[in-house]
Structures are given as structure tokens and as C-alpha cells.
């Protein structure tokens, strides 16, 4: 069974980069889109982006080209990291597997982290 | 981007009610259209995935209809550990996009 573990600081000062890490036990890293998933206190859920383990990357529009998603699959890690971060960046971050079944929904999630952007 | 329009916003039932809440897409999504559960602390479910699909392991008093721009997530038999947030989620093109989600609350 595949499990998703992300790592890195829970406090980011504004204007400063967000950095996470996820790692991938249990199962492959090949094959699978593996993307980043932000839900900000109290609201709704919000796609960031993902990477394909091959390196492809697809980043959601609203980031305004902040995002950088990088895949490390000596590792089985991949990265997510969000420049110029605002308050608005506040949230609990999921890193979660997209299924390669050709129906694409995220059958394994990170626990998350709460990331809260402030001095 | 397509927008997913969830309704209701919240609801509260009983044990044993049936649920329905439902689901638009602004243009076709074929079937591309999942439903997952969010309880608080914990990392969302998946519950119901290509509108119909139930998820291994996943009681089968949930079930999901739909295709195109309309479907419905169905729970048959309301039980107290159903309460939580419910999403819809299309995976028909990018950006992936979730509707805004369901509360559902037990009376």
C-alpha cells in the first residue's frame, strides 16, 4: 500500500519561498502523476499542480507562475516549491498520488502539513 | 478552467435519510468526475470515482450517477460517521478543478 509523507517548514515569512516535500513508500514512483494539493483554513480544496514521473509538469493558472514542482525518483521524493508566498498562501498542503488507470482521481493523499505564511 | 457547482452548501439529516447532493460542470465532462469525503484532521477519501465507480472499500450505501455536465452522489442510508465535507473533483482537462464543497451534518 502506497503512503505519502510531506515534509518542511510550517511557518514561511511573506515574500519568502514555501518549500515541501513528499515522499512516496510502498509503491513505484513511475507511472503515476504525483501532484500538490492546498486547502486553506476553512475553505474549499485548490489543485496546485503536478509532475509526471518523467518530468512533465502542469501548474494551475491561479499560482501566476509562483510553482515549481521537481521530481527526485532516486529518492522517491517530489518537491513543491511556491515563491513570493502571501498570507493568502496560508493552508494544510497534501501531497497525493493521481491514479494511472485513465480516470486520473487521487486515490492516496499525504496526511498534510499546515504551512502559515507570516513574520 | 471548468467550474464544478456543488448544492446544497450544507445540509443536516438523520441516520437512516437518504442524501443526495449534486454536482454541475460549466461544459461536458464526460464521466471524468470523482466525489471524496473530508472529515476534519484527516486527508480526503475518495469515495466514488468516473461518476459511478465505487471505490474499494467504500460502503456501498454510496453511489454516483451523472454524466456529461449533471451527476448526484447518493447515500442511501445516512450513518453517523457520514458526517464531513463532500467534493466533486473533474479530471477531464487541466487545471484539475473541485467544487466547493458539500457540508453534510447529522441532526
Known amino acids: 500500500q502506497v503512503q505519502l509523507q510531506e515534509s518542511g517548514p510550517g511557518l514561511v515569512k511573506p515574500s519568502e519561498t514555501l518549500s515541501l516535500t513528499c515522499t512516496v513508500s510502498?509503491?513505484?514512483?513511475?507511472?503515476?502523476?504525483w501532484s500538490w494539493i492546498r486547502q486553506p483554513p476553512g475553505k474549499g480544496l485548490e489543485w496546485i499542480g503536478y509532475?509526471?514521473?518523467?518530468?512533465?509538469?502542469y501548474y494551475n493558472p491561479s499560482l501566476k507562475s509562483r510553482g515549481t514542482i521537481s521530481i527526485d525518483k532516486s529518492k522517491k521524493q517530489f518537491s513543491l516549491n511556491l515563491r513570493s508566498v502571501t498570507a493568502a498562501d496560508t493552508a494544510v498542503y497534501y501531497c497525493?498520488?493521481?491514479?494511472?488507470?485513465?480516470?486520473?482521481?487521487?486515490?492516496?493523499w499525504g496526511q498534510g502539513t499546515l504551512v502559515t505564511v507570516s513574520s | 478552467d471548468i467550474q464544478l457547482t456543488q448544492s446544497p452548501s450544507s445540509l443536516s439529516a438523520s441516520v437512516g435519510d437518504r442524501v443526495i447532493i449534486t454536482c454541475r460542470a460549466s461544459q461536458s465532462i464526460s464521466n471524468y468526475l470523482h466525489w471524496y469525503q473530508d472529515k476534519p484532521g484527516i486527508a480526503p477519501k475518495i469515495l466514488i470515482y468516473a461518476a459511478s465507480s465505487l471505490q474499494s472499500g467504500v460502503p456501498s450505501r454510496f453511489s454516483g450517477s451523472g454524466s456529461g455536465t449533471d451527476f448526484t452522489l447518493n447515500i442511501s442510508t445516512l450513518q453517523p460517521e457520514d458526517f464531513g465535507i463532500y467534493y466533486c473533483q473533474q479530471s477531464y482537462s487541466n487545471p484539475r478543478t473541485f467544487g466547493q464543497g458539500t457540508k453534510v451534518e447529522i441532526k
Open positions: 509532475v509526471y514521473h518523467a518530468g512533465t509538469t
Open positions: 510502498g509503491d513505484s514512483i513511475s507511472t503515476y502523476y
Open positions: 497525493a498520488r493521481e491514479t494511472n488507470n485513465g480516470w486520473y482521481y487521487y486515490d492516496s
